[in-house]
């Protein structure tokens, strides 16, 4: 059985990340500025290495055999550990979509942010078009706290921002919740 390894995102990983953002079914839902650049990407990358305020994480599927896949990135930016908060991302492989690692992925990531990281709260931002996400996010438990209406200019128009979040109250109900973090687990 494939199992996923969590490992901190790499120099190695910047070529992937570059494709992922500027493959059309990430850009038409993720508020960016496209196309990326793989020097731009490596400059953010040497810029964010040994920032505090971080977690980035990659995402490996590995086969029986022993071959590994890059299947996703995420983590944490802005950890404020005063206020233990902090927002989450995640960016999946356009090519692994639909196959079911992102609710297992966004569920480690929410039992890092808790157990690992001891927030309280963890939230994140999504836009107009990607109701997909909001889906995803109300079924691990997250609560949708509102709209910001017209708030990003993105591809000639105005679109609403959804806010939404997790607490340690609501994660510690959820059925996916675990007290101990694991970086190697069954896909």
Do not use: C
């Amino acid at each position: 059985m494939a199992r996923i390894v969590v490992r901190g995102l790499e120099e190695a990983d910047l070529t992937s990340r570059v494709r992922w953002f500027n493959a059309s079914p990430t850009y038409d839902i993720v508020f960016l500025d496209v196309p990326f650049s793989l020097a731009a990407t490596r400059e953010w990358f040497s810029r964010n290495l040994l920032n505090e305020r971080r977690r980035d994480f990659a995402f490996d599927l590995v086969s029986d055999d022993g071959e590994a896949e890059l299947v996703a990135m995420g983590g944490f930016v802005d950890i404020d550990f005063r206020n233990r908060k902090a927002e989450r991302y995640f960016l999946l492989d356009p090519q692994a979509t639909g196959k079911g690692l992102g609710p297992t992925l966004l569920h480690w990531l929410s039992n890092y942010a808790f157990v690992h990281l001891n927030l309280n709260r963890i939230y994140g931002y999504s836009i107009q078009g990607n109701e997909r996400i909001l889906r995803v996010n109300e079924r691990e438990g997250w609560v949708l706290e509102g709209t910001l209406r017209g708030s990003i200019h993105y591809k000639g128009e105005y679109l609403d921002q959804y806010v939404k979040s997790l607490l340690r109250s609501e994660w510690e109900k959820q059925p996916w919740m675990t007290p101990e973090i694991a970086f190697e687990f069954e896909a």
